[in-house]
């Protein structure tokens, strides 16, 4: 059983900055990837970052140069630090981690419940 909490999210106005963190906990092994999504009022839940055990990261061409992805593998944390907002970020944000569990389950996906950002202009 795995839980993540996310964190950070709010209202700011473009241009401004957030940094979100999603910290996962429970029965986890090892952590294989993390990544954040985002899906906005009427459209597609989309890929925004990913970061795989190894250190290979990507981005959403939307947000490249923007957004940063990191991790605190001692705390079994993901960052999402986003500059330069745009309203069209606007969106609820999920992270989404692979682990291996405890229990020597490999590849068990669990998403987080996500966090509203909201940037006005």
């Known amino acids: 059983q795995v839980q993540l909490v996310e964190s950070g999210g709010g209202l700011v106005q473009a241009g401004g900055s957030l940094r979100l963190s999603c910290a996962a906990s429970?029965?986890?092994?090892?952590?294989?990837?993390m990544d954040w999504y985002r899906q906005a009022p009427g459209k597609q839940r989309e890929l925004v970052a990913a970061?795989?055990?190894?250190?290979?990261?990507r981005y959403a061409d939307s947000v490249k140069g923007r957004f940063t992805i990191s991790r605190d593998n001692a705390k079994n944390t993901v960052y999402l630090q986003m500059n330069s907002l745009k309203p069209e970020d606007t969106a609820v944000y999920y992270c989404?981690?692979?682990?291996?569990?405890?229990?020597?389950?490999?590849?068990?996906?669990?998403w987080g419940q996500g966090t509203q950002v909201t940037v006005s202009s």
């Open positions: 989404k981690v692979v682990v291996t569990t405890t229990s020597g389950i490999y590849g068990a996906t669990y």
């Open positions: 429970g029965s986890i092994f090892s952590i294989n990837g």
């Open positions: 970061i795989r055990s190894g250190g290979t990261i």
